[in-house]
């Protein structure tokens, strides 16, 4: 009867075999190099602000699968080289701790560079390329360190993949949310009334940008009363702002209903408007790109 060896031991034979192998004339290296492929799917640049935004950053994410091509497991022990975009130099990129590599098999890394800001003005036709939807050709060129039981091997620096990827990237149009403790009506007179409105202006885009209303209608109890030009506000990656806007109307064309709401809710008592917000946006990635976008409703809420 025939029994299988341990696997630590059989791991230690196959490379004892494949030792004394590489070293017959003729014979290739004892253990080859692992390789890489990209996956295109969630590769590419995944954020970006820009100095006019705020402080300037951006990301380069790279999904790779890492292949083994020996008989035997090992474990990706470092890679350190650096990110190439249309052939500038943009981030190093350094990964340590380990990622197993099954015998003849592979596994998924995934490496965030971060993009040295220093290198923003040469990169500026690849971000224009990225946020318009078009490919950007890059290349990793690294050092790549390999444990096997324990060893660890290091190959030189070697271009590991090179290719050109779409980066999914879009100026998405930003939320509004109602800020009630810094909305409300200022004050009520014979010809004129005030009404803070504030809102939060969110930007779940991955891209920061300037963002402007240039056509926004007020419309109060049901009825558009005034035209309101939200400033222009600079929106972070995945950031939020406040903007107070003061909205002075004529009681004459609010009706007495209105205006008698109002005059309750500025003496502090209970009472509400339904208030809509209408419009479009400007939005703007400065000297890279730029959307207008007719959203119609921007905001509805109620006024208390």
Do not use: K
């Not at 078009?134 to 790549?144: I, S």
């Not at 939200?230 to 004529?250: F, K």
């Amino acid at each position: 009867m025939s029994r299988s060896l341990p696997p630590a031991l059989a791991s230690a034979l196959t490379l004892l075999l494949l030792g004394l192998t590489a070293c017959l004339p003729g014979t290739e290296a004892v253990f080859g190099p692992p390789t890489f492929r990209l996956q295109a799917e969630g590769s590419g640049l995944v954020r970006l602000d820009v100095a006019a935004v705020g402080a300037p950053s951006a990301t380069f994410r790279v999904v790779l699968d890492v292949v083994n091509p020996n008989p035997v497991g090992a474990r990706l022990a470092s890679l350190d080289g650096d990110l190439y975009l249309a052939d500038v130099r943009a981030g190093s990129v350094s990964f340590v701790g380990g990622l197993d590599l099954p015998p003849r098999g592979q596994a998924r890394l995934v490496l965030d560079v971060t993009l040295a800001t220093d290198t923003f003005a040469a990169l500026g036709t690849v971000f224009a390329d990225a946020l318009a939807g078009r490919a950007v050709a890059y290349r990793l060129d690294a050092h790549v360190g390999v444990e096997v039981l324990g060893a660890v091997q290091r190959f030189e620096r070697a271009t590991l993949l090179a290719g050109t990827v779409s980066s999914d990237l879009r100026l998405a149009t930003p939320r509004l949310s109602l800020d009630r403790e810094a909305s409300g009506v200022r004050s009520v007179s014979f010809d004129r009334v005030v009404i803070a409105f504030a809102v939060r202006v969110h930007n779940d885009a991955p891209v920061g940008m300037l963002v402007r209303s240039p056509d926004a209608r007020f419309a109060l109890g049901g009825r558009e009363v005034a035209t309101v030009q939200l400033p222009t506000t600079a929106l972070a990656a995945g950031a939020s702002t406040l903007v107070v806007q003061e909205v002075v109307l004529n009681p004459v064309q609010l009706g007495a209903a209105v205006v008698a709401e109002l005059t309750r809710m500025a003496a502090g008592q209970a009472g509400g408007v339904e208030v809509s917000l209408r419009g479009g946006w400007e939005l703007e990635v400065p000297g890279l790109a730029s959307r207008s976008v007719d959203m119609g409703e921007l905001l509805r809420t109620r006024l208390e």
